[in-house]
């Protein structure tokens, strides 16, 4: 399978960046310290967005800023400032959902590429051609649309880029507009605040004739709200034939170990380098909910997940890898490990998926190391396959 499409991932902040590229993204969406719907990521300073756009550009990548929230009066004076700042540090696009928003950066900003948000819940080839003649280059569709409804706009909107999400997690509202957090914590979702309470183990009881029933899926709880992850890896053919030029995988909040695992597995199987079931495995070594490809194919029944928020990988991560060493490298403890085990490295080179057992460390002064165990520890590890800056080791069970 050899996808030709743009391999979009989250960076929720400076590390994942240079994970998401480092594994095979070609372009990242992230956010600045405001008008972004994800504010408890890091995200990124004013000065660190103009890094992050520069060294994007040093190595042939882009960078997509998200401008997304719903915006109200107040945000509008800064708004028109982050707009012409982005054109000027050469951000290749920006997102956005509000029509204010995007009237503003049209007015502040002249020649700021712009994307529409999925929040603007683009779910009709009438809505997408309104907003190509906004002046939107490209439209991120809503994830309840089916592959067959993304060929229709496809061929109603000629020159309008698609993009789609491929992976991660969903949400039990249409395109994130949901109120749950704010009612249940306070947190206004729609302004980037969202504590994810639909994955939170409710108790839910009906009253009848003077007493409560308890309504229970199993033991460990009612998880009736809980979204299974969007899995499209198996279907990419399918999206890009339906016009999707851009594969997005969800997740600025996950760890750059989910992300590397994530942008790996999609890489290599866009490259041709993995088969599907090859894949597929790949991305069960990272902590997921049970899979789904939601609606797809239709009406997408088999999206509630009421077993549980989410399950542990068939790997665990334990090392990060610092420099290359003659017979190993210097790495960084992330996870405790041990003389003995098995380790598999994480790579986009060659050494993928080597696995090799842990047979001799040393600390810093040179002593010899047999549980790794010190947080952040340095350590030198003899490895028999190249490992490189960057690589990740990951414990085998």
């Known amino acids: 399978m050899k996808i030709q499409g743009e391999l979009l991932a989250p960076a929720g902040n400076f590390e994942k960046l240079k994970t998401a590229f480092y594994f095979g993204a070609d372009a990242v969406y992230l956010g600045g ?58 951000a290749d696009a920006a997102l956005v959902t509000d029509p204010g928003a995007l009237a503003q950066a049209r007015e502040a900003a002249p020649g700021l590429p712009l994307h529409l948000s999925t929040q603007a819940n683009t779910t009709n080839k009438y809505a997408a051609k309104f907003w190509q003649e906004q002046g939107v280059e490209r439209v991120v569709l809503a994830r309840e649309l089916s592959l067959a409804e993304i060929a229709q706009i496809h061929a109603y909107c000629e020159g309008l880029q698609l993009e789609a999400f491929v992976h991660g997690a969903m949400c039990i509202s249409y395109s994130g507009r949901c109120l749950l957090s704010n009612y249940l914590a306070g947190r206004e979702s729609n302004r980037g605040e969202c504590v994810q309470a ?33 899995n499209m890896l198996p279907y990419l053919r399918e999206m890009e034939d339906a016009g999707v030029c851009s594969f997005k995988i969800e997740g600025r909040m996950k760890s750059a170990y989910y992300l590397a695992t994530v942008v790996n597995a999609y890489r290599r199987a866009m490259d041709g380098d993995l088969d599907s079931a090859a894949a597929e495995e790949e991305l069960k070594k990272a902590a997921h909910r049970d899979f789904t490809a939601a609606y797809a194919f239709g009406a997408g029944e088999n999206t509630v997940n009421l077993t549980d928020s989410q399950t542990g990988g068939t790997r665990e991560y334990v090392a990060d890898v610092l420099e290359k060493t003659e017979d190993g490298a210097i790495v960084q403890m992330r996870n405790r490990f041990r003389v003995g085990e098995k380790l598999e490295i994480l790579s986009p080179s060659k050494s993928f998926n080597r696995i090799f057992t842990a047979e001799k460390m040393l600390d810093e002064a040179g002593a010899p190391v047999a549980d790794a165990k010190l947080v952040m520890q340095k350590l030198q590890l003899i490895c028999p396959y190249p490992l490189q800056k960057g690589d990740i080791l990951r414990r085998v069970p």
Not at 47 to 60: D, F
């Open 33 to 90: 310290k405001l008008f972004s719907l994800r504010s408890f990521s890091d995200n990124f300073t004013a000065e660190e967005l103009k890094e992050a756009v520069s060294y994007a550009h040093s190595i042939g990548k882009k960078v997509y800023v998200t401008a997304n929230i719903f915006a109200k009066n107040e945000d509008f004076p800064r708004l028109s400032d982050y707009f012409a700042y982005l054109r000027e540090i050469g």
């Open 198 to 230: 639909c994955r939170w183990n409710f108790s839910v009881r009906a009253r009848g004739e003077g007493s409560e029933l308890p309504v229970e899926e199993d033991a460990r709880g009612t998880y009736i709200f809980n979204s299974k992850d969007l």
